[in-house]
């Protein structure tokens, strides 16, 4: 069975710090993973995603994020916040599961930007 | 520019009745599927449809119907039985295969009268 989870529901950060979202997983072959940001009553956008290719992966506005499968973790990382960051993250591992492809949702970090 | 259509974007429902949220998409994905997200609780899969003519449920189906007529539409109706429904839905579609990311709309949030 595969699981994610998102180890900080709220994070806080001064402006031009950097930023750091948890999340660890848990899946019984290689897995697919994901971050997504959202703002307030808009839909998921997809920052990045990790299939196999490269452990450090690059994403839009600056974010990145590092598969370590021996912690079983993919962090998301940013340099240095911007107000415009400040929305809820998610992380998210997919894979076939029965017979199709399902996608398990963390249950979110919400950022917080200090001007 | 491709992407995912959900409408209306505010929905207020009355005791006993059903409403539909529409979901349409113009990027040819072969897959749809509908989520609920209530706060703190991230996302759960409602239902979801890899063909069309063909879905399953997800892990809430109950109070919920599908249908999937055409490739680009996959319509969600919440029924009567849905005793708590006031939720954020929304609607994503991705390519087959588990490395392809969804797209999401930008939802439809629904409220009791």
């Known amino acids: 069975a595969q699981s994610v989870t998102q180890l900080d529901s709220h994070v806080s950060v001064s402006e031009g710090t950097p930023v750091l979202l948890r999340c660890n997983y848990s899946s019984s072959y290689s897995p697919s993973l994901f971050w997504y940001v959202q703002h307030p009553n808009k839909g998921l956008q997809l920052l990045l995603k990790y299939t196999s290719a490269a452990t450090l992966v690059k994403g839009i506005n600056g974010f990145e994020a590092e598969f370590k499968k021996s912690e079983t973790s993919f962090h998301l990382t940013k340099p240095s916040a911007h107000m415009s960051d400040a929305a809820e993250y998610f992380c998210v591992v997919s894979g076939f599961t029965s017979g199709t492809y399902k996608y398990i949702f963390g249950t979110g970090t919400r950022l917080k930007v200090l001007a | 520019d491709g992407g995912i259509t959900q409408s209306p974007k505010y929905l207020f429902r009355k005791e006993g009745q059903n409403v539909t949220l529409s979901c349409e998409q113009n990027?040819?994905?072969?897959?749809m599927y509908w989520y609920r997200q209530d706060p703190g609780q991230g996302l759960r899969l409602i239902y979801y449809?890899?063909?069309?003519?063909?879905?399953q449920k997800g892990d809430i189906a109950e109070g919920y119907s599908v249908s999937r007529e055409k490739k680009e539409s996959f319509p969600l109706t919440v029924t009567s039985a849905q005793k708590n429904p006031t939720a954020f839905y929304l609607c994503?579609?991705?390519?087959?295969?588990?490395?392809?990311?969804?797209?999401f709309g930008d939802g439809t949030r629904l409220s009791i009268l």
């Open positions: 449809s890899q063909i069309v003519n063909d879905f």
């Open positions: 994503a579609s991705t390519m087959a295969g588990s490395d392809q990311p969804q797209h």
């Open positions: 990027l040819n994905h072969d897959a």
